[in-house]
């Protein structure tokens, strides 16, 4: 189920320097949607948020609809925390909680480490969903406030991450570096898409980042799809991966056992 953000007052204007103000004290963020969902962004029924705007152009992105922050609709804090009170329960039971994810959701710090810290104060289990590229935005405050991250590690070879993000991998460890240094648990996210991050050599650098960090609880190598193409051709943004298949099932096998060879817990 994914749920467009409610239709809040865009700020005109006469509002344009309380709005600013809003932002900048995390009361106000620029939301694209949020769902309810099973088992797929960290533990439990999970209320996944997604904020709009990400830095990163990813190749096999599935929600390019996701990367301008000019495009989400402006949502007040209060309004997310009143929704999350309506699912205590259902987190209670399945023992879930908050997902912010994006685009990117540290473009937006100042409202990711509010909401982190009201939810936490609700005793809602909080997750970040993130590539790592802005984890200087991050706060020591904000860390101590997850219960977890969920971390894309794109590709481990500098040269393969820039061509399938356009940015650069050294933020990514560097943020993996602190939450290990923090202890904070995370669940590593790897996609596998042929001819672009499924070389031996790529897989095998993203395995030697990962068993360096004692914090990682599991490892998720993601078959790569193409359930996001209409909304590329929507955006009218090219495509590259138009024509590539998803990877075989033995082949994505392979994969995770080259991460299970390293004592990770592999999914």
Request: hydrophobic share 40%; proline share 7%; charged share 25%.
């Amino acid at each position: 189920m994914l749920v467009p953000a409610p239709d809040a007052a865009r700020p005109d204007s006469d509002g344009r320097h309380a709005h600013l103000e809003a932002v900048r004290a995390g009361r106000v963020a620029s939301v694209h949607s949020w769902e309810l969902v099973t088992s797929v962004d960290g533990p439990g029924t999970r209320m996944t948020l997604f904020l709009a705007g990400c830095p990163l152009r990813c190749q096999y992105c599935h929600n390019p609809d996701t990367w301008q922050q000019r495009d989400g609709i402006p949502t007040e804090v209060d309004d997310v925390l009143a929704r999350l009170r309506r699912y205590l329960p259902v987190f209670k039971a399945t023992g879930g909680g908050l997902t912010i994810s994006g685009g990117e959701p540290l473009q937006q710090p100042a409202f990711v480490t509010r909401l982190a810290r009201e939810a936490k104060e609700l005793g809602i289990h909080v997750a970040l969903d993130t590539s790592g590229n802005l984890g200087r935005n991050a706060s020591d405050a904000l860390l101590d406030d997850l219960g977890m991250v969920l971390l894309d590690v794109k590709s481990g070879l500098p040269d393969t991450y820039r061509e399938v993000t356009g940015r650069e991998l050294q933020p990514t460890i560097d943020f993996g570096d602190r939450l290990a240094a923090k202890g904070v648990p995370v669940w590593i996210r790897f996609v596998l898409v042929p001819g672009l991050t499924d070389a031996p050599e790529n897989v095998e650098a993203v395995a030697d980042i990962v068993e360096r960090w004692p914090n990682v609880a599991r490892v998720e190598v993601l078959p790569f799809h193409q359930m996001g193409t209409s909304k590329w051709e929507r955006l009218g943004i090219d495509y590259a991966l138009a024509d590539v298949q998803p990877p075989e099932a033995d082949h994505a096998e392979s994969v995770r056992d080259r991460f299970r060879a390293r004592g990770l817990q592999t999914f």
